[in-house]
């Protein structure tokens, strides 16, 4: 790997947070509805509002100046670190999601050690099972659980295992019982998806002549599938990893919402309600953090994996 | 001869698919006695392949032996169990397979690759089997083993990683050695030192050799006994001398008849010809390995001429640059350097609407007909696509030109509805001529366009091409890597070898006297299949035994 490398992708997620934060900026001020009015009507349907006090209140808050100076004085704090403050609590943006950071964290490290396993096991059923209705099986079951609405699985999970039988708590956020069933909701998914392009890749490169060699040496099944194909399976594998990491965020708004955490997620959801700017527009910059930091990983780790990928020119050596 | 038990005895084997009317082999018996060699020769389809694989025990779930039996020193495979299966495979018989390119693990370095099959067999351990692997490599006469063994396979060319493919294949001094179409892939000089390479194998190890091939003359040259394979069946066998000598088949007269002869005279310039319609100079192309640094020159200041109705060959081993130089002719690549003149235009310039028109000008057809034409098409769809480039008024009426292509280019016009996968590789490399033709070019570029055929289609396919070029007055740039086939062809060639043109000239003078060493070497790499009546006495092997 080379230094020109590094600097070139640093300077591209520069890029992409830049956009992110901009795109995100635009979107919400092109939003129907005032979200001073919403501030002050206090989640009221039509309440009467003082004009006078509107007009002070949107003072105070900077939307009155034109959008362009808007734009380029909270760009310009943001640069430095300052991401404004909640319209809604006062609080720094920075603060807000500092606090939710610790709920959001372990349950999206949890759902991956939910979602790996799966992958795994749907893939090497699909693939290393003799019985054939096992292997259709395997293939077709991650159609069946991505189908499945995300609340909806939530919801059955918590009838059934909290509710009926008290195996773990409804909501809790501060112990590890807590963390499984969220943890199940949002990895099994991911799961399913990462599942079926594990299996796909598996079964192609099972196909391959390479493999038909290894056959040839000697080798047993598992050999040949240990040592062979599931390295070079892995590949397309990783890169929907990196995008199920990255989606971890959104996913994270439901399934929060469905077990009361009160992670990024949820914040999310509050802020994107009541158009509290400066909070979404952090949560939009943390997700692209996020985004940005997996795919570099990735990227890293390509050629660890295959070596054929090597990070020599200044870009577009993904695969 | 006297009763003895041969090393591998195949006794009627029929093996079917379900899907498929006809088995893919029917009541086929082989024997291949230790030390020798025994080639089984047909056409892509014929069986040959089917038979390796079932030897193996490796045929694909939905297959099934339906009759027969393939005894190794009298033990019938057929029977084993597939652990006791799992034993043999890699051990007693062992496999070198066809393309070097996608045999060997791309993730894994070729040290280990041949250091597992040692410690599956062999009962080695990590750091004995990694030192026996390197005194492998190092027998199989790669340079600096130690240094290879720690490459991964994409570091190593086509013939080295030939070599390792065999080195696997001989680690655990195997009895029978299976090579399946090991030298398809490679260029002439690479295919002779592999085949060298196995012949010595054989002659020490008293390994008995099954060598698949579909190259006549390399059967010829390397086999002891022949079998000559046709819609699954034996057509005829015999000792390769003999079965050459007087073929008693019509089909193996029709195989022989159809191997390039390299000998044969070149052709003669066409008449009223050979004004340049190309002129390439001082053309390069470097592609950047990193940020600002170039790599070394895939193409590297060529000169080159083409005559109007002649055709130009360039000739040389895969990663010699020909088809780089083809495409930056044809403007699919751009050039880094020099000039091209294409009948007056400028064509690292043209730009728009001139491009377009030089595009229609300037055709090419690839050696792939499997992916070259889209899958989705019918013929007819293939064949008049090129027409909707042109204004909807100005297109041709589908219903005239089509007929009239296909006839051009000897296609029945029953044809015309067949999707790709319903035409065999003649058939399809004729269509993708056709889409060639369509728009009347003057330059046609024929990349490696006979390479992917079977002798008897590719003598076809290159007579269809003569025949085109002799009445439309087209001009050939033929990009290829075997010297037998461009003899047929060439009024002009160059020999190209790391991007750079070793030797040009014309092709009676180069083919029969050249100057550079290069172009000898490529020369005498050239199987030479002692084709009947010209054999003599001398040049026959005297079979080991």
Same mark, same amino acid.
């Given at each position: ?26 979107? %919400? ?19 009467? &509002? ?51 950071? $610790?709920?959001?964290?372990?349950? #999206? %490290?949890? =759902? ?15 693939? #290393? ?36 039988? !008290?195996?773990?708590?409804?909501? =809790? ?20 998806? %990462? ?58 708004? /439901? ?12 914040? /999310? ?7 509290? /700017? ?21 990227? &890293? ?19 | ?47 040959? +392949? ?41 051990? !007693? ?24 099959? %040692? ?47 065999? #080195? ?9 050695? &299976?090579?399946?179409?090991?030298? +398809? ?108 640094? $170039? ?36 403007? &699919? ?30 055709? /090419? ?6 992916? =070259? ?23 041709? *009426? ?5 007929? *009239? ?7 029945? !016009? ?9 035409? =065999? ?86 083919? *029969?006297?050249?100057? !550079? ?29």
């Amino acid at each position: 790997m080379r230094p020109g490398y590094v600097m070139t992708r640093l300077a591209q997620a520069a890029l992409v947070l830049w956009a992110a934060w901009t795109l995100s900026f635009v979107v %919400l001020y092109l939003l129907p509805g005032d979200p001073v009015r919403i501030l002050a009507s206090g989640g009221l349907e039509n309440p009467d &509002l003082d004009p006078a006090r509107l007009a002070q209140l949107r003072a105070d808050l900077g939307f009155d100046r034109p959008i362009a100076l808007q734009y380029l004085t909270h760009l310009a704090d943001a640069l430095q670190g300052d991401l404004g403050r909640s319209i809604t609590s006062g609080q720094p943006v920075v603060e807000v999601i500092a606090r939710a950071i $610790p709920v959001t964290l372990p349950l #999206a %490290l949890a =759902s991956l050690a939910v979602a790996v396993p799966v992958a795994l096991t749907i893939g090497l059923l699909a693939n #290393a099972v003799r019985a054939r209705w096992a292997a259709e099986l395997a293939f077709s079951t991650p159609a069946l659980i991505v189908s499945v609405p995300t609340f909806w699985l939530g919801l059955v999970l918590l009838q059934l295992f909290s509710f009926r039988w !008290h195996l773990f708590p409804a909501a =809790s956020t501060d112990s590890l019982a807590g963390l499984v069933l969220p943890a199940v909701t949002l990895g099994l998914p991911n799961g399913a998806i %990462l599942g079926q392009v594990f299996a796909r890749s598996l079964s192609q490169t099972l196909a391959e002549p390479y493999v038909q060699v290894a056959i040839a040496k000697g080798l047993r099944r598992s050999r040949v599938i240990v040592a062979h194909a599931l390295r070079n399976a892995l590949i397309p594998t990783l890169t929907v990893l990196g995008l199920v990491v990255g989606n971890t965020l959104a996913g994270s708004v /439901i399934v929060e919402t469905v077990f009361a955490r009160p992670g990024l997620g949820r914040l /999310i959801a509050r802020a994107v309600t009541v158009q509290d /700017i400066p909070v979404v527009q952090g949560a939009v910059l943390l997700g692209a953090v996020v985004f940005v930091l997996t795919t570099l990983v990735v990227d &890293l780790l390509y050629p660890l994996i295959d070596p054929r990928i090597a990070h020599t020119a200044p870009a577009g050596t993904r695969s | 001869m006297t009763e003895h038990k041969p090393l591998l005895e195949i006794t009627g084997l029929s093996v079917g698919y379900p899907s498929a009317p006809r088995p893919a082999v029917e009541h086929l018996s082989l024997r291949v006695e230790p030390g020798q060699v025994a080639a089984l020769v047909g056409q892509s389809g014929s069986g040959k +392949s089917t038979t390796a694989t079932a030897v193996l025990r490796q045929l694909p779930p939905e297959a099934r032996i339906t009759a027969g039996a393939i005894r190794l020193d009298g033990l019938d495979l057929t029977q084993l169990s597939e652990t006791r299966m799992c034993g043999v495979r890699g051990k !007693h018989v062992a496999l070198v397979p066809q393309d070097p390119g996608s045999s060997l693990n791309p993730v894994k370095r070729v040290g280990e690759q041949v250091a597992e099959v %040692l410690r599956r067999h062999c009962r080695a351990d990590r750091r004995s089997a990694a030192r026996q692997a390197v005194e492998l490599l190092d027998r199989m006469g790669l340079d600096d083993p130690g240094r290879r063994a720690r490459q991964y396979p994409h570091e190593l060319s086509g013939g080295m990683r030939q070599r390792v493919l065999i #080195a696997q294949a001989v680690a655990t001094q195997p009895r029978l050695i &299976l090579a399946d179409e090991p030298t +398809s892939a490679l260029d002439a000089t690479a295919q002779k030192a592999i085949l060298d390479l196995l012949d010595t194998i054989v002659r020490t190890s008293g390994a008995g050799l099954l060598l698949i091939t579909h190259d006549l003359a390399v059967a010829a040259e390397r086999s002891d006994t022949v079998y000559v394979l046709h819609a699954g069946r034996v057509v005829e066998s015999g000792a390769t001398d003999d079965v050459f000598a007087e073929p008693r088949h019509a089909h193996t007269r029709e195989l022989l008849a159809s191997v390039p002869d390299p000998q044969a005279p070149v052709r003669a310039p066409a008449p009223g010809s050979g004004a340049p319609l190309l002129t390439v100079t001082g053309l390069s192309k470097q592609y950047r390995t990193g940020w600002r640094t $170039p790599g070394p020159p895939a193409v590297d200041a060529v000169d080159l001429v083409a005559g109007r109705g002649q055709t130009t060959a360039v000739v040389g081993e895969s990663g010699s640059g020909k088809t780089t130089l083809a495409r930056m002719v044809l403007r &699919l690549t751009e050039a880094t350097a020099g000039e091209i003149d294409f009948a007056g235009l400028d064509v690292r310039a043209v730009r728009g609407r001139e491009l377009r028109a030089f595009r229609r000008r300037a055709q /090419i057809v690839y050696q792939n007909p499997y992916s =070259s034409l889209d899958p989705r098409f019918t013929v007819g769809q293939i064949v008049y696509e090129p027409f909707r480039a042109l204004p909807a008024r100005q297109r041709p *009426d589908p219903t005239e030109v089509v007929p *009239d292509l296909l006839t051009r280019v000897g296609l029945e !016009h029953a044809l015309v509805t067949r999707r790709p996968r319903q035409l =065999s590789g003649g058939q399809r490399q004729r269509v993708a001529i056709a889409r060639a033709i369509a728009t009347q070019p003057d330059l046609l570029v024929l990349d490696e366009a006979v390479s992917a055929l079977d002798v008897s289609v590719q003598a076809q396919v290159l007579r269809l091409l003569r025949q085109l070029q002799d009445e439309l007055g087209l001009t050939y740039l033929f990009i290829s890597h075997d010297i037998a086939v461009v003899r047929q062809m060439a009024h002009h060639v160059l020999v190209m070898r790391a991007g750079r043109v070793v030797e040009a000239g014309p092709a009676a003078q180069l083919l *029969d006297t050249p100057r !550079h060493p290069y172009t000898r070497a490529l020369l005498d790499a050239v199987p030479r299949g002692r084709r009947r009546g010209t054999a003599t006495t001398e040049d026959r092997r005297t079979p080991a035994r």
